[in-house]
């Protein structure tokens, strides 16, 4: 029984961990890189799109998943529940010049837009990395 499960549906990859019995963070991170990679190799996430990555998870899973999408995804933002402003995707990497770094996305537009909306646009945005 894997310790981690992903599901990806309308751009977002959501995480849920096992609750019990509890995992170690080291079989996290190896359970997260193995089921990302079968579902990036398999096609179930799409080549070339943005991915969203959605739920609670330890930061070195966070590490491990963008590590597994870096190659697969244009742009990958982060989910944010705690923003002033009310909860938004945070874009983290991006190939996308309509989609710069730090570049917030409302939630409900991410995963229902065909291009979702940038709601606030960093003033000294970062270029995509080419």
């Known amino acids: ?21 509890s995992p170690q963070i080291s079989e996290l991170v190896r359970d997260a890189w193995s089921v990302a990679g079968h579902m990036t190799a398999s096609g179930q996430i799409p ?11 330890p930061i070195a ?11 697969v995804a ?6 944010y529940p705690q923003h002033r402003d009310g909860p938004r995707y945070v874009v ?3 190939d996308d010049p309509d989609y710069p770094i730090g570049a917030e996305i409302d939630p409900d537009e991410f995963v229902s837009a065909e291009r ?15």
């Open 47 to 57: 080549h070339g799109g943005m991915v969203g990555i959605y739920g609670a998870h």
């Open 61 to 71: 899973v966070a590490y491990v998943l963008s590590h597994a999408l870096v190659h």
């Open 74 to 79: 244009s742009t990958i933002a982060v989910y």
């Open 92 to 94: 983290c990497k991006s």
């Open 116 to 130: 979702p909306a940038v709601l606030t646009w960093p003033e000294d945005a970062p270029r995509p990395l080419r």
């Open 1 to 21: 029984m894997n310790s981690i499960e992903l599901t990806y549906e309308s751009r977002k990859l959501t995480v849920r961990m096992r609750k019990e019995p």
